[in-house]
């Protein structure tokens, strides 16, 4: 990623129904600019910025502000899904978020952090930032873009305040996790700390159509894909979905077992390849899913 951005949101994470809103707001001829656009969205002025930001970051809105096709099949008064009540819809939004270039953090952490460790706290993804791309970063601004991050995934279940233990639009998933972790202190003494953890698993839960979109997303052309370009390139389905290899194999083998879209997955003699026979068109994979 040669443009990095740690800003944009004004510290707000995106709430569960702001894509929904600014979707509307701007099919309604409305501008984020507007006097009142704060009143006509039903948020404080300075979540106006945040949820243009959002919106674009989670490719709903184009870079002149302009609804996306996808957009209008999902949000739309008779589209899929337009509020969010499949649990796929919520995974298509992770993997449209995390490749879309406009949140550095997000495709950072799936696509490199959780390679190099799977738990983390703060200071090990600033770390990690310092060491691993240029630029002279605001620690500040790094710090304030982890943590909505962090809330975007995370629902503090324990958290007396409401309003942010339950809003993070992507809490559902359960991607991140917090656990406590031991170490040992400059002191030697042993000590424990509450530390995120990102897991490769199988994903079973994630919808065989999502995984297959984002697949001809990220290769669009390719009528055979190799196993490790699917595990492990950017922006690959087995990074942004945090899959461990058995679940990745067990994700392509139900692709070719329980989709008829003749996919076949050749695993023999050390050669593993997802292969098509004719070019599918991934529009038509979600039209599928969503019936």
């Not at 996808?70 to 995974?91: H, I, Q, R, V």
């Not at 490749?99 to 953090?105: E, F, K, R």
């Not at 952490?109 to 200071?123: A, G, Q, S, Y």
């Amino acid at each position: 990623m040669s443009n990095l951005t740690f800003s944009g949101h004004d510290t707000f994470h995106c709430r569960q129904f702001w894509l929904k809103k600014a979707f509307d707001f701007r099919l309604n001829g409305n501008s984020f600019n507007d006097d009142d656009a704060s009143l006509e969205l039903g948020v404080g002025k300075n979540m106006v910025t945040a949820i243009r930001f959002w919106s674009r970051c989670f490719q709903i809105l184009d870079a002149e502000d302009k609804p996306s096709v996808l957009a209008n099949k999902l949000f739309s008064s008779k589209g899929w899904d337009p509020y969010l009540e499949d649990y796929g819809s919520l995974w298509l939004l992770h993997y449209l978020l995390v490749t879309s270039g406009q949140a550095s953090t997000f495709n950072i952490v799936f696509n490199e952090l959780i390679k190099e460790r799977p738990e983390f706290v703060t200071d090990i993804y600033i770390d990690f930032i310092n060491r691993n791309k240029e630029g002279d970063f605001n620690q500040n601004t790094l710090k304030k873009d982890f943590t909505v991050f962090y809330r975007t995934y995370y629902a503090d279940f324990k958290s007396s305040d409401i309003e942010e233990s339950f809003t993070g639009i992507l809490s559902e998933l359960n991607l991140l996790k917090q656990i406590q972790k031991s170490f040992v202190d400059k002191d030697g003494k042993v000590k424990s700390r509450e530390v995120w953890l990102i897991e490769r698993s199988t994903r079973n839960e994630v919808p065989l159509q999502i995984i297959l979109f984002a697949i001809l997303d990220q290769h669009p052309d390719s009528l055979s894909i190799d196993f490790e370009r699917l595990y492990s390139s950017l922006n690959s389905v087995g990074s942004v979905f945090a899959l461990s290899k058995e679940g990745l194999t067990i994700i392509l083998e139900r692709l070719a077992e329980e989709l008829e879209y003749g996919i076949t997955f050749s695993n023999e003699a050390g050669i593993r390849e997802l292969q098509f026979k004719n070019k599918l068109i991934k529009e038509l994979i979600l039209e599928d899913y969503y019936g």
